[in-house]
T-cell receptor
Framework: KAGVTQTPRYLIKTRGQQVTLSCSPI?????VSWYQQTPGQGLQFLFE???????NKGNFPGRFSGRQFSNSRSEMNVSTLELGDSALYLC??????????????FGPGTRLTVL | KQEVTQIPAALSVPEGENLVLNCSFT??????LQWFRQDPGKGLTSLLL?????REQTSGRLNASLDKSSGRSTLYIAASQPGDSATYLC???????????FGQGTTLQVKP
């Protein structure tokens, strides 16, 4: 069974640009969550999608947005990039929404560098 | 607000040693606690999941315990190997928010 996949693996952008990251969950998993990981702040929750609906949102500005498609694949978008958005963005999938007892499985991440 | 703390931040041990990593959380209202491993620049690998009603879980040389009442979990690694070198992260799913809250991690180095 294939794991969680994320594309692209690496991205270099300049300030002010926008970026879209993609995540394909494990087959059969319907919940997708996104996290930002930086050396200073550690792992922080961005948002969670289940059945194409955002169920939960972390404390990030509106520049960070996401969506989920009917096949459970998810995308997150960051507009007007800032230097501080440089981070490893991780996607996780689970069978059911994370507010239950489900194990989370993570992808390899997308390393975003903003110059 | 749920906060997760891991001590120590870094640990270096000789190969073959048994070791314990600690995780504490401030709010006992959790659904479960999960231990992850992260290699440099890579994603997270799930090691063990303990449901809130459970006391411990075991997988190979790993054993994780959970004491909800005291807000603590430990990850025990037996007979450590150089391949165990990585950052170990503890995370809880908060019962109030349904969000996965991570600790800052413990970076382990096992020397041959």
């Amino acid at each position: 069974k294939a794991g969680v996949t994320q594309t692209p693996r690496y991205l270099i952008k300049t300030r002010g640009q926008q970026v879209t990251l993609s995540c394909s969950p494990i087959s059969g998993h319907r919940s997708v969550s996104w996290y930002q990981q930086t050396p200073g702040q550690g792992l922080q929750f961005l948002f969670e999608y289940f059945s194409e609906t955002q169920r939960n949102k972390g404390n990030f500005p509106g520049r960070f947005s996401g969506r989920q498609f009917s096949n459970s694949r998810s995308e997150m978008n960051v507009s007007t990039l800032e230097l501080g958005d440089s981070a490893l963005y991780l996607c996780a999938s689970s069978l059911e929404p994370s507010g239950g007892y489900n194990e989370q499985f993570f992808g390899p991440g997308t390393r975003l560098t903003v110059l | 607000k749920q906060e997760v703390t891991q001590i120590p931040a870094a640990l270096s041990v000789p190969e073959g040693e048994n070791l314990v990593l600690n995780c504490s959380f401030t709010d006992s209202a959790i659904y479960n606690l999960q231990w992850f491993r992260q290699d440099p620049g890579k994603g997270l690998t799930s090691l063990l999941l303990i449901q809130s009603s459970q006391r411990e879980q075991t997988s190979g040389r790993l054993n994780a315990s959970l004491d909800k009442s005291s807000g603590r979990s430990t990850l025990y690694i037996a007979a450590s190997q150089p391949g165990d070198s990585a950052t170990y992260l503890c995370a809880v799913i908060s019962g109030n928010t349904g969000k996965l809250i991570f600790g800052q991690g413990t970076t382990l180095q096992v020397k041959p």
